[in-house]
């Protein structure tokens, strides 16, 4: 029993050490994250879209910010993942065939900043805005499953609401390797990505990346945040190092109090062991 608490404890902190920004997909750990939650009853599409864009062109001036991404969740479906319906131009479901597929909205240049290969096609760009030919991005299990292959990706189309009850067909103009950033589970999900300028997002994760010390910066993400609305909840901006890291205590926790009855039964073991043999 104590070998088995031992092992479990062992299994438990090996795990955890793929909790980490860089076995998740992050570029580096020299990030910053903030959390962003806005106000629906005061921004609309057109309203958050500006939002977000100001937001980032404010961030990425300043001296040792070498990029601003947006995603809505953080990376790693284990902490955060959205399912989204949608459909797929040239593929037909079967009959009861659930397209509920792991979705997310991103910021110009996400994959392109988080260092995310482009097995064929382009990241989502600045261009990609509303009012131009709504664009999305898929990943290779996505592409091998619904579309044959990532080269037969290329130009399809997927279906997602115009928020007037309609729907919008995005033209699929890139396909990303399968990552880590995923999900910490074995078999790789599809996934697709919508440009988050021709959508309507209230929330969202800001991650600046910087040259330096991420804690240096923390101050400015805060300030250019409120700059822009005051009532944005500024708490949850950190490095992310230090978001992994709070959010695998409790696992961590769990891991050293099975090592340590792990090792008080195994001496209680030795213990009873010695009685005996005296």
Request: some cysteine; charged content about 20%; proline content about 5%.
């Amino acid at each position: 029993f104590s070998l088995l608490l031992l092992i479990g404890a062992g299994l438990v902190l090996r795990s955890l050490d793929k909790v980490r920004p860089t076995r998740l997909g992050f570029a580096s750990e020299n990030m910053v994250l903030a959390p962003i939650s806005l106000d629906e009853n005061q921004y609309d599409r057109t309203k958050s879209q500006r939002f977000y864009r100001e937001l980032s062109d404010n961030l990425s001036s300043l001296p040792g910010v070498e990029a601003v991404s947006l995603v809505d969740g953080i990376p790693g479906g284990f902490m955060s993942r959205t399912r989204r319906g949608t459909e797929i131009e040239g593929y037909a479901a079967a009959s009861g065939e659930d397209l509920e597929i792991d979705a997310n909205a991103v910021g110009p240049g996400y994959f392109t900043n988080m260092k995310v290969p482009f097995v064929v096609g382009r990241d989502i760009g600045a261009e990609d805005v509303e009012g131009t030919p709504c664009v999305s991005i898929v990943n290779v299990a996505f592409a091998e499953r619904y579309l044959g292959s990532p080269s037969q990706a290329i130009g399809k189309h997927l279906a997602r609401g115009d928020g007037n009850g309609g729907k919008v067909m995005c033209a699929i103009v890139g396909v990303v390797r399968d990552n880590a950033w995923q999900s910490l589970q074995r078999e790789v999900r599809p996934v697709f990505s919508m440009a988050l300028l021709q959508s309507n997002e209230a929330r969202m994760t800001l991650l600046v990346h910087t040259s330096g010390n991420p804690g240096a910066f923390v101050p400015s993400v805060r300030q250019a945040i409120q700059r822009l609305d005051a009532s944005i909840p500024l708490a949850g901006v950190q490095p992310v190092r230090d978001y992994f890291n709070a959010t695998a205590l409790p696992f961590r926790a769990l891991g050293l109090v099975m090592t340590a009855c792990g090792i008080l039964a195994l001496l209680l073991n030795l213990a009873t062991a010695v009685a005996f043999l005296n």
